[in-house]
């Protein structure tokens, strides 16, 4: 039989339908129709009904299969067959299931049960299983997939034991195994593959993916969606499921572009190929979500319409109501305001509180906003109070966002205290619900629903011209992804586990809406996660305003001068801690600094690959980004060491440009607690030194072989040896790390940063299998210093995913460099430290080597040395 869609035999044996119409449902429906042609009999036609039933459920017609379901039903009870009007009972009730028609599914599916023995009991209770797992009864449903399967080996068939081991994968996973999880789908995807059935081999992929993800894998998690999707291509399927699931995964790896591009790609290919009006509009609803997430809101405004008119034409007021909210989001975020816009949104609001739909709070918080904009102070007031409900028993942004309604009506009331305890008490929910995430980005973007807590304190701070408020506030909330190792550690499978039902259920929360057992799952689990946590790190939940200690930082600063450059309303403040005072300078507009930034970084690519000298000098260039980034805080840098703190967007700074820097150790760090953390770690016992030297880097290999002889005993990788898992296993917990190779920064996905080895790209979360990065790191090429800010003022690359995994110090470029010119720049660092110099002393020093030749010294300008 061909297995293009729409091409398939006249003929086609009735046992045969049933396994079809799962395989090809395109091909199935054409067979049972040709089978029903020629007048068969009442058992054999009710087959055929069925199968076409299946077929059309597979591709998204339900009404459809509901009506063949009922006639299939029907000439099975005239067939006086109770084998035929189980089988027939059973998948009408599955199908009703997806229908949301829950109650008449259990009461087809238990009559079913009644009258069916041996294997068909096996099959009708894995439907029954279906219904009770869409019900969020795990526990019941899993009782009936273990007496299904063990029917089902028995008996032999495998089609229907793969069926059952799919079903039970998903309840492992919501369960928190995602061991057992993918140990059942790939058993399942086996028994697929060996009987043919191409859909159900490609959902079983799928499945797969959704392991990955939950593991926090996300590479993996998106090779077998891609997979997936080109298997239902084969057999003519168009999966929305699969397109929300992709979307999910996209989204959470910062990638809401391609979040966007995948809905949309979806929307059209069911838009030919039809399906139903249901999940039309939900794909469109999803569409709307990443278009905002995009930050295009035009095309948010749109699709958020066209969902709501397609749920509001099925009666799906839960649904539409829920895409007003996004729609009303949008029109505010591209600067609307008003009473019109306010009289909806409290209305929306209204509806949104009688469903009893999560996003209620939001709805509240945007009306008390637009109330404040429109300086209507009573209903603002009322308003704030209403979004302000959820602070307690509700998940953890839930909370941070009632805490903002707070923040916010406290500062409408002119209560700064009440204002600073709600900012506190918000960010440390926020804290909460960065642990639920296993993956660093997800952590990472999770503190975007904090910066306007944080923005509220310092705004007060600065009112007040309180420089030690303005430091510990900007601390708060600044680089607080990298304060846990990410969710990879190899000794704690347990919390893996946990964390990744937890994104499981929260998953399903978002698409399915709120049910009790699942909101029930939800708690246990962040429990669960929040007492792991607790007891791997043998400290108190991270995120309270006690992890940063002012009068710590100043006593471990000695002579050093600490510079924090802090973003408030897109003005730039330097907050300067010298001699245990501290003090704030008003430096400009973080926009100026932000050009004089990219202005010098383009003059360095230009030095770096020997092209013309003429155009302004360095040290010109140099002066002006000194008096765009620092302004009069120059004044108090002196002589001493420094330690520089940029917000995010300013990270690819070349601080060896400045003058007032060019000739002494300089740390440059995401936030001064993480200067703390470096500064507390010790190196390890054993000293072991390792030289990686990539392919594809001619200076490099001359630049390692020359390392090699001042460190004799060292690790040396290269020429076919320097492989990820041979480096891998080097580097942890090493003295003294030095990597040759050409790096690549993902900016559109940072995970995907990567350094080129000789078997391929060592990524990001390669790095993050490290028990302990290296103690000291040198990476010699390319601009491997460089990171996405993301979030509030968080940080993600290369570099940045080894702090939090115990990296004293990296020296990194955040520029790309002329790689020949950097050999003597390494090697005399190299002496520096064997000499006990600090990595930032070291480097300064080695900076000097380079005299008049302009290409070194735009080399040695481009490097900036991270941590402590």
Same mark, same amino acid.
């Given at each position: 039989?061909?297995?293009?869609?729409?091409?398939?035999?006249?003929?086609?044996?009735?046992?045969?339908?049933?396994?079809?119409?799962?395989?090809?449902?395109?091909?199935?429906?054409?067979?049972?129709?040709?089978?029903?042609?020629?007048?068969?009999?009442?058992?054999?036609?009710?087959?055929?009904?069925?199968?076409?039933?299946?077929?059309?459920?597979?591709?998204?017609?339900?009404?459809?299969?509901?009506?063949?379901?009922?006639?299939?039903?029907?000439?099975?009870?005239?067939?006086?067959?109770?084998?035929?009007?189980?089988?027939?009972?059973?998948?009408?009730?599955?199908?009703?299931?997806?229908?949301?028609?829950?109650?008449?599914?259990?009461?087809?599916?238990?009559?079913?049960?009644?009258?069916?023995?041996?294997?068909?009991?096996?099959r009708v209770l894995l439907r029954r299983a279906d219904v009770l797992l869409v019900l969020g009864r795990h526990r019941e449903a899993l009782d009936d997939l273990r007496s299904?399967?063990?029917?089902?080996?028995?008996?032999?068939?495998?089609?229907?034991?793969?069926?059952?081991?799919?079903?039970?994968?998903?309840?492992?996973?919501?369960?928190?195994?995602?061991?057992?999880?993918?140990?059942?789908?790939?058993?399942?995807?086996?028994?697929?593959?060996?009987?043919?059935?191409?859909?159900?081999?490609?959902?079983?992929?799928?499945?797969?993916?959704?392991?990955?993800?939950?593991?926090?894998?996300?590479?993996?998690?998106?090779?077998?969606?891609?997979?997936?999707?080109?298997?239902?291509?084969?057999?003519?399927v168009a999966w929305p499921d699969l397109a929300i699931d992709r979307c999910g995964v996209l989204l959470a790896a910062g990638l809401s572009t391609e979040a966007l591009a995948?809905?949309?790609?979806?929307?059209?290919?069911?838009?030919?190929?039809?399906?139903?009006?249901?999940?039309?509009?939900?794909?469109?609803?999803?569409?709307?979500?990443?278009?905002?997430?995009?930050?295009?809101?035009?095309?948010?405004?749109?699709?958020?319409?066209?969902?709501?008119?397609?749920?509001?034409?099925?009666?799906? +007021?839960?649904?539409?109501?829920?895409?007003?909210?996004?729609?009303?989001?949008?029109?505010?975020?591209?600067?609307?305001?008003?009473?019109?816009?306010?009289?909806?949104?409290? +209305?929306?609001?209204?509806?949104?509180?009688?469903?009893?739909?999560?996003?209620?709070?939001?709805?509240?918080?945007?009306?008390?906003?637009?109330?404040?904009?429109? %300086?209507?102070?009573?209903?603002?007031?009322?308003?704030?109070?209403?979004?302000?409900?959820?602070?307690?028993?509700?998940?953890?942004?839930?909370?941070?966002?009632?805490?903002? %309604?707070?923040?916010?009506?406290?500062?409408?009331?002119?209560?700064?205290?009440?204002?600073?305890?709600?900012?506190?008490?918000?960010?440390?929910?926020?804290?909460?619900?960065?642990?639920?995430?296993?993956?660093?980005?997800?952590?990472?973007?999770?503190?975007?629903?904090?910066?306007?807590?944080?923005?509220?304190?310092?705004?007060?701070?600065?009112?007040?011209?309180?420089?030690?408020?303005?430091?510990?506030?900007?601390?708060?909330?600044?680089?607080?992804?990298?304060?846990?190792?990410?969710?990879?550690?190899?000794?704690?499978?347990?919390?893996?586990?946990?964390?990744?039902?937890?994104?499981?259920?929260?998953?399903?929360?978002?698409?399915?809406?709120?049910?009790?057992?699942?909101?029930?799952?939800?708690?246990?689990?962040?429990?669960?996660?929040?007492?792991?946590?607790?007891?791997?790190?043998?400290?108190?939940?991270?995120?309270?305003?006690?992890?940063?200690?002012?009068?710590?930082?100043?006593?471990?600063?000695?002579?050093?001068?600490?510079?924090?450059?802090?973003?408030?309303?897109?003005?730039?403040?330097?907050?300067?801690?010298?001699?245990?005072?501290?003090?704030?300078?008003?430096?400009?507009?973080?926009?100026?600094?932000?050009? +004089?930034?990219?202005?010098?970084?383009?003059?360095?690519?230009?030095?770096?690959?020997?092209?013309?000298?003429?155009?302004?000098?360095?040290?010109?260039?140099?002066?002006?980004?000194?008096?765009?980034?620092?302004?009069?805080?120059?004044?108090?840098?002196?002589?001493?060491?420094?330690?520089?703190?940029?917000?995010?967007?300013?990270?690819?700074?070349?601080?060896?440009?400045?003058?007032?820097?060019?000739?002494?150790?300089?740390?440059?760090?995401?936030?001064?607690?993480?200067?703390?953390?470096?500064?507390?770690?010790?190196?390890?016992?054993?000293?072991?030194?390792?030289?990686?030297?990539?392919?594809?880097?001619?200076?490099?290999?001359?630049?390692?072989?020359?390392?090699?002889?001042?460190?004799?005993?060292?690790?040396?990788?290269?020429?076919?040896?320097?492989?990820?898992?041979?480096?891998?296993?080097?580097?942890?917990?090493?003295?003294?790390?030095?990597?040759?190779?050409?790096?690549?920064?993902?900016?559109?996905?940072?995970?995907?940063?990567?350094?080129?080895?000789?078997?391929?790209?060592?990524?990001?979360?390669?790095?993050?299998?490290?028990?302990?990065?290296?103690?000291?790191?040198?990476?010699?090429?390319?601009?491997?210093?460089?990171?996405?800010?993301?979030?509030?003022?968080?940080?993600?690359?290369?570099?940045?995913?080894?702090?939090?995994?115990?990296?004293?110090?990296?020296?990194?470029?955040?520029?790309?460099?002329?790689?020949?010119?950097?050999?003597?720049?390494?090697?005399?660092?190299?002496?520096?430290?064997?000499?006990?110099?600090?990595?930032?002393?070291?480097?300064?020093?080695?900076?000097?080597?380079?005299?008049?030749?302009?290409?070194?010294?735009?080399?040695?300008?481009?490097?900036?040395a991270l941590g402590a």
């Open positions: 039989m061909p297995t293009a869609a729409g091409s398939v035999e006249t003929a086609v044996a009735p046992e045969s339908l049933l396994p079809l119409a799962l395989s090809r449902p395109h091909d199935a429906i054409a067979a049972a129709r040709s089978l029903l042609s020629d007048d068969p009999s009442a058992a054999v036609a009710s087959l055929a009904h069925q199968a076409a039933g299946i077929g059309s459920r597979q591709l998204g017609d339900i009404t459809t299969a509901i009506r063949e379901l009922r006639i299939a039903l029907r000439l099975a009870e005239r067939s006086g067959r109770p084998d035929r009007e189980a089988d027939v009972l059973a998948t009408l009730g599955a199908t009703l299931g997806r229908a949301g028609r829950s109650r008449e599914a259990l009461t087809n599916l238990d009559r079913a049960v009644d009258l069916s023995r041996g294997a068909l009991s096996g299904a399967i063990t029917r089902l080996r028995r008996s032999g068939d495998q089609v229907w034991e793969a069926r059952s081991r799919n079903y039970r994968g998903f309840i492992q996973l919501a369960l928190g195994g995602t061991k057992r999880a993918d140990a059942d789908f790939a058993v399942a995807e086996h028994l697929y593959a060996a009987t043919g059935q191409e859909f159900e081999y490609a959902e079983a992929r799928q499945n797969r993916g959704l392991v990955a993800f939950a593991r926090g894998d996300l590479p993996a998690a998106l090779r077998y969606l891609d997979e997936a999707g080109r298997r239902f291509a084969a057999v003519g995948e809905m949309d790609q979806a929307i059209v290919q069911m838009e030919a190929e039809g399906g139903t009006a249901t999940k039309r509009g939900e794909l469109w609803f999803a569409a709307a979500t990443a278009a905002l997430a995009t930050g295009d809101l035009d095309a948010a405004r749109e699709r958020a319409d066209r969902a709501r008119r397609l749920f509001s034409a099925q009666g799906r +007021e839960w649904w539409s109501v829920r895409s007003s909210m996004v729609q009303l989001e949008a029109r505010y975020q591209s600067g609307e305001t008003g009473p019109r816009l306010q009289r909806r949104v409290n +209305e929306v609001a209204r509806r949104l509180d009688a469903f009893g739909a999560s996003e209620a709070s939001a709805a509240h918080l945007l009306a008390g906003r637009l109330a404040l904009a429109e %300086g209507r102070a009573r209903i603002a007031d009322h308003q704030l109070e209403l979004a302000a409900r959820r602070s307690k028993d509700a998940p953890p942004l839930a909370r941070s966002a009632a805490w903002l %309604g707070k923040a916010l009506r406290s500062e409408a009331r002119a209560d700064v205290r009440g204002m600073l305890t709600a900012c506190a008490r918000g960010l440390d929910a926020l804290d909460e619900h960065r642990l639920t995430m296993g993956a660093t980005e997800l952590r990472a973007l999770a503190t975007g629903h904090g910066a306007e807590l944080a923005e509220l304190a310092l705004r007060d701070a600065l009112r007040r011209d309180d420089a030690r408020s303005l430091l510990v506030w900007g601390e708060r909330w600044r680089a607080t992804a990298l304060t846990v190792p990410p969710v990879r550690p190899p000794d704690d499978e347990h919390l893996i586990g946990d964390l990744a039902a937890l994104r499981d259920v929260v998953r399903r929360l978002d698409l399915e809406g709120r049910t009790v057992a699942l909101d029930r799952e939800r708690r246990r689990l962040e429990k669960a996660v929040r007492e792991r946590t607790h007891r791997a790190h043998g400290q108190p939940l991270r995120g309270s305003t006690a992890r940063f200690d002012l009068d710590e930082l100043i006593g471990a600063l000695g002579e050093t001068v600490l510079v924090e450059l802090i973003e408030v309303d897109g003005v730039l403040h330097a907050v300067v801690v010298r001699d245990g005072k501290v003090s704030r300078h008003t430096v400009g507009p973080v926009s100026t600094a932000a050009i +004089e930034v990219e202005r010098s970084r383009f003059r360095l690519r230009w030095l770096a690959h020997g092209r013309s000298q003429r155009g302004p000098s360095l040290d010109l260039l140099g002066s002006r980004l000194a008096d765009a980034i620092l302004g009069s805080a120059q004044e108090l840098l002196g002589d001493r060491p420094a330690v520089m703190v940029p917000p995010g967007r300013l990270q690819a700074l070349p601080w060896g440009l400045l003058p007032s820097l060019a000739d002494r150790p300089v740390n440059v760090v995401p936030s001064a607690a993480t200067w703390l953390r470096a500064r507390r770690l010790r190196p390890p016992s054993d000293r072991r030194v390792v030289l990686v030297h990539g392919p594809g880097l001619s200076a490099g290999k001359a630049e390692v072989m020359r390392l090699a002889e001042c460190y004799p005993d060292a690790t040396v990788l290269a020429n076919g040896d320097a492989t990820a898992e041979k480096v891998l296993r080097a580097l942890d917990g090493a003295w003294i790390a030095h990597i040759a190779a050409h790096g690549t920064f993902r900016s559109d996905s940072p995970l995907f940063s990567s350094l080129r080895l000789d078997d391929g790209p060592l990524t990001v979360y390669d790095f993050e299998r490290l028990r302990r990065a290296p103690y000291r790191l040198v990476l010699s090429s390319c601009d491997s210093g460089l990171a996405k800010p993301v979030g509030a003022d968080e940080l993600l690359g290369l570099s940045s995913s080894l702090i939090p995994l115990g990296a004293a110090g990296i020296l990194a470029s955040v520029v790309p460099v002329n790689d020949p010119a950097t050999v003597p720049l390494m090697t005399a660092l190299h002496d520096n430290l064997q000499a006990g110099q600090s990595l930032a002393a070291a480097f300064a020093a080695a900076r000097t080597t380079a005299a008049d030749d302009p290409v070194a010294v735009a080399a040695g300008r481009s490097f900036v």
